[in-house]
């Protein structure tokens, strides 16, 4: 492959703010690589949205990326992941695209000893069963169950992630859902929507001691590295990597809320607005 072509930005997008998760686990794990990342601000939330029309979103902001020449696309989203990953790969090949779900299915079946699986995610996610059909695929026995939480999605937009009212929506979402278990509870909780690890502490004070929380940042971001490298497409030129930022609303409220996703200040002379 080119040295140009390895030079190319990664594209990664999401929803709104959540994928960030995902492109700080890129980040850490690639410093040197560049990186496009859209945030459809302006549509959040895609969870409670048809597929048809979150489908039809995924392909908006995967041509928005591609237009603007990138090496790789990752859908930092598990609700767009669930409905369009499928879709995007056969549209955009030879260009490799990866989602979050089948990632995340397998932190979850790595992290379970015994196979009580919980899952949390939006209500497209959910219903559409992609985390049940996955963790199934790799753990026949597993006992998954896999409940809607979107109240969150609106916290993290919201940059509302810890303390006293964040809990409680926690404790209200997740007492129902352990106690389906019955006497066996789950050992591990799949954060299964980008957004929701920025409220991880708040979920893990409500969850307890003996539950696993997983997400699909970082075994995301191992996939990412491992498919650029079998594509001889890691970025050969040295040094640190630039990110750029495009949204589909205000700038400045993106890189004000965006900047604790992503651990680190957006500055939002760096963020483009974008009409997709
Ligand atoms: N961050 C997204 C996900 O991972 C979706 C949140 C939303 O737009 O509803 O599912």
């Known amino acids: ?23 700080r686990a890129l980040r850490e794990l690639m410093p040197g690589e560049n990186y496009l990342y859209l945030g459809d601000t302006a549509r959040v939330p895609y969870g409670s949205k048809s597929a048809d029309s979150i489908v039809r979103y995924a392909f908006q902001a995967g041509n928005a990326l591609v237009s603007r020449s990138i090496k790789m696309l990752v ?4 609700t767009a992941t669930a409905v369009s990953l ?6 955009y090949a030879p260009l490799p695209v990866v989602g979050v779900i089948e990632p995340g299915a397998a932190a979850a079946c790595a992290a379970s000893g015994s196979g009580n699986i919980a899952v949390i995610a939006t209500e497209s996610t959910v219903n559409g069963k992609a985390y049940q059909n996955t963790i199934c695929e790799l753990h026949p026995e597993a006992k998954i ?10 916290l993290a937009e919201e940059g509302w992630t810890d303390g006293e009212l964040v809990e409680a929506i926690a404790a209200r979402y997740l007492h129902p859902l352990f106690a389906e ?16 690890p920025v409220l991880r502490e708040a ?3 409500v969850a307890g001691p003996g539950i696993t929380i997983v997400d699909s940042a970082e075994t995301t971001a191992l996939k990412v590295k491992n498919t650029l490298s079998s594509l001889s497409l890691l970025n050969q030129a040295g040094g640190k990597g630039r990110t750029r930022f495009l949204a589909t609303d205000s700038a400045e409220r993106f890189a004000a809320v965006g900047g604790s996703f992503l ?12 009409d997709l």
């Open 1 to 23: 492959m080119s040295i140009e072509k390895s030079g190319l930005p990664i594209g990664v997008f999401d929803s709104g703010v959540g994928g960030l998760t995902v492109l």
């Open 75 to 78: 859908i930092a989203c598990n």
């Open 86 to 91: 499928e879709k995007l790969a056969a549209e």
């Open 145 to 154: 169950i896999a409940r809607p939480c979107p109240l969150f999605v609106g």
């Open 181 to 196: 278990f019955g006497s066996n509870g789950p050992d591990t909780l799949v954060l299964g929507c980008t957004h929701f």
């Open 203 to 205: 979920i893990a004070n």
């Open 263 to 274: 651990g680190i200040d957006i500055d939002p002379t760096n963020v483009s607005v974008v």
